[in-house]
């Protein structure tokens, strides 16, 4: 093989994901001059619906909000060489551990509510994924196909629990009953304005700052503590993982759950902080962004904030396009998506060996330039 | 109705349901075995069911639709091909990704061409796909036992029923019994032996997403222009993850996954059937219970407890030449 050169990082993370992202969004725009529209309007509008006005930008962050968490989850389970596909069943049943800790411990005071939702999602976000989790770590059954199948089992699940159990007596539709008024998430625009600043009224609630926070603990975690240490190390390399006295089976059920854990903070912002309520399918595909996210972002906490916001974007603007344009429905959106996966996620290596061609044959240049 | 009666009908329904996912899995079947994940199943399904449907509905002959619709999955396998086996992307993220863009792609289509909301117009009977009567299915409809079974089980049913249950002994044959099932199998197993003997990995991998193309556009054409009259928005409605189960369950092998099929499409014909229904001892036997078992009983299988599943080794890795 010819000599090659190592890509430095800003190209690495940086440049190549970027150029990904560019032909994604450019085989978008052919998608829409084929459907017979203008991309260029499209985009404009896009733009304007995502950030042209207040209230826009605060239905963009709720949205990133949801693909924080989910991200983030995906991220954790795959430094653990792990392929997490059950965010969306993980965050699922995540909605109905704080649907049942709101509807019947509604005597607790807000603070302490707050800790137990939270205790709620986490513990039944992650038992959900502790199944495939033990079933990977010690009967060696994929987890792809497990989370998969509890996907599904979780969303047969959530309806008959709906349907039977929670909808409230002589109600027709399968939702819950509402969480009672104390027990939401304050919006931010009601935050805001107890502190005398005007704001448009949106859906984004505290559950967006509580992202953040959970953003610098995932990465607090995954690089500076010795649980993240391990989990890296099983997931780069599971053999050597053991022979350094690390058991991978243990780290492998702890960053499913953990993932497990952080898809189900989804339910905070989905159940307390906007819906008030639990609604079938309130996932709605957000976990399998999530795999997006995480990829786009490099499976790093400030990568997948990025991502995750240009994915809020696109969900915000998306809903605006199909107000303006009527032939481009949400559609365009989930095509976007499918296009952004597709190219950033698998094909990610589509263009690394010509830039590396490129970049060798330049550096060399440089480096014979300065010898002579 | 008596209990034989409906029995027959229930069978008769299993039948019917369990096509599509005979033909999927069978597609699964072809490219996990020379090395590629296939999760890509549900989405080529209903890039199948849409194009099938769409031309059908252009050209009034369903034929035409399936072609379309094989080269329509044809297409989405080279494009899954393209992303893991030349450029050695993930699998699972390539076919999550279509999965996800023909979930888009099938609805913004339809609302462009049809602006009915994302289906396509009702075909008429010319363009779709007829039951076949077997010749004398009539005469014999009121002999005893072996009348109905005849008239009504076997017979009646449309050509691409029968197409799925003749693939199943074809993939065997073609799996197990020609060079090309033996190089596929290998490939899947052991690459680097497969290169050693000078026949070339790539092209063999492509083959076999080729052949995956080929089955899961007729499953993706069944749902459309044989089963149902048009295409709606996401009609496969999982079928495509159930077929992977199966596939899954039937341990990557033609007949085995054949039975996983007909035991989903029985639960699946069941679960319709039994709503509302109270079994003596049980009490009422709830829906989702029943549509939740192909996964569950999947679940149980690949944790052992029922046999032991082994994928190919290969599977899910790129091959990378040595240099």
Redesign the interface.
């Known amino acids: 093989?010819s000599k090659t050169v190592e890509l430095p990082r800003w190209i690495d993370v940086g440049a190549l994901p970027l150029l990904n992202l560019l032909l994604a969004l450019v085989v978008s725009g052919l998608?829409v001059l084929a459907?017979?529209e203008n991309p260029v309007e499209v985009v404009e509008i896009l733009l304007y619906g995502a950030f042209g006005y207040e209230e826009a930008w605060g239905y963009t962050l709720y949205y990133t909000t949801n693909f924080i968490f989910t991200g983030l989850a995906f991220a954790v389970a795959f430094h653990c060489g792990l392929?997490n596909?059950g965010a969306e069943g993980q965050a699922y049943v995540g909605g109905l551990g704080v649907t049942l800790a709101a509807l019947y411990l509604d005597f607790l005071p807000f603070p302490i509510m707050l800790v137990v939702a939270m205790l709620a999602a986490m513990i039944f976000g992650a038992a959900w994924a502790y199944?495939p989790a033990y079933?990977q770590a010690r009967?060696?059954?994929?987890v792809?196909?497990?989370t998969?199948?509890?996907n599904?089992?979780a969303s047969?699940?959530m309806?008959?629990l709906l349907?039977?159990v929670l909808r409230p007596e002589g109600s027709m539709t399968p939702e819950s009953e509402q969480i009672a008024e104390h027990l939401r998430l304050p919006f931010i625009h009601d935050i805001a304005g107890a502190l005398g600043i005007e704001m448009a009224s949106s859906p984004l609630n505290l559950s967006f700052v509580y992202a953040i926070v959970i953003s610098v603990m995932v990465w607090l975690f995954i690089w500076h503590t010795r649980w993240g240490y391990a989990i890296r190390t099983v997931g780069a390399n599971a053999v050597a993982a053991t022979y350094a006295g690390l058991e991978p089976g243990r780290f492998i059920i702890i960053a499913m759950m953990i993932s497990g854990a952080l898809s189900s903070f989804m339910a905070l912002n989905e159940v307390m902080g906007v819906q008030h309520r639990l609604l079938i399918d309130f996932t709605a595909?957000y976990g399998?962004v999530g795999?997006?996210v995480a990829?786009m972002g490099r499976n790093h906490p400030f990568g997948i904030f990025l991502a995750a916001l240009l994915f809020g974007m696109l969900y915000q603007g998306g809903a605006e396009l199909s107000f303006e344009i009527p032939?481009?429905?949400n559609?365009?959106?989930?095509?976007?998506?499918?296009?952004v996966?597709?190219f950033t996620?698998?094909?990610?290596?589509?263009f690394r060996p010509r830039v590396t061609k490129i970049y060798t044959a330049w550096r060399l240049r440089q480096d014979a330039g300065e010898a002579a | 109705m008596d209990t034989f009666q409906l029995i027959i009908l229930l069978l008769d329904a299993t039948l019917r349901t369990s096509t599509p996912l005979i033909l999927a899995a069978l597609a699964g079947m072809f490219s996990e075995r020379s090395g590629t994940?296939n999760?890509a199943l549900e989405g080529m399904m209903l890039g199948g069911a849409f194009s099938a449907a769409a031309v059908a509905f252009y050209v009034g002959s369903p034929w035409v639709g399936l072609l379309a619709a094989i080269a329509t999955t044809i297409a989405l396998s080279l494009?899954h091909g393209?992303?893991?086996i030349t450029?050695?992307?993930?699998?699972?993220?390539?076919g999550?990704?279509?999965?996800?863009?023909?979930?888009?792609?099938t609805?913004?289509?339809g609302?462009?061409l049809f602006?009915q909301g994302?289906k396509t117009p009702a075909l008429d009977k010319g363009s779709r796909f007829q039951p076949i009567t077997f010749p004398g299915a009539e005469a014999v409809k009121d002999v005893p036992v072996l009348g109905p079974i005849y008239s009504e089980l076997l017979s009646g049913h449309n050509i691409l029923v029968y197409v799925a249950f003749i693939a199943v002994p074809a993939a065997w044959w073609v799996m197990y019994r020609t060079r090309f099932g033996l190089r596929l199998r290998a490939v899947g197993e052991n690459p680097g032996a497969v290169d050693t003997a000078g026949i070339g990995v790539v092209a063999m991998r492509y083959r076999a997403v080729i052949c995956s193309g080929v089955l899961v556009g007729m499953s993706g054409a069944y749902l459309s222009t044989a089963q149902g009259a048009s295409f709606l928005q996401d009609m496969t409605a999982?079928k495509g993850?159930i077929a992977?189960?199966a596939m899954?369950f039937g341990k990557w092998r033609p007949f085995p996954a054949l039975a996983a099929c007909l035991l989903f499409g029985f639960l699946d014909a069941a679960a319709t059937r039994l709503q509302g229904v109270v079994l003596p001892g049980i009490g009422e036997v709830?829906v989702?219970?029943v549509?939740?078992l192909p996964?569950?009983l999947?679940?149980i299988l690949?944790?052992?407890f029922i046999g032991r599943a082994i994928?190919p080794k290969a599977l899910g890795r790129a091959y990378v030449k040595e240099?």
């Open positions: 093989m998608v459907i017979g392929f596909i199944i079933l009967r060696g059954s994929h792809v196909i497990t998969i199948m509890f599904f089992i047969s699940l309806v008959y349907v039977n595909g399998f795999i997006a990829l032939t481009i429905s559609d365009m959106v989930v095509v976007i998506q499918g296009l996966i597709l996620g698998a094909m990610e290596h589509m | 994940i999760l494009l393209f992303a893991c450029h050695k992307g993930n699998q699972v993220v390539s999550m990704a279509i999965n996800i863009l023909m979930s888009g792609l609805a913004l289509v609302i462009a602006a994302g999982g993850y992977l189960a899954v709830p989702q219970l549509q939740a996964y569950i999947t679940v690949l944790a052992g994928p240099r």
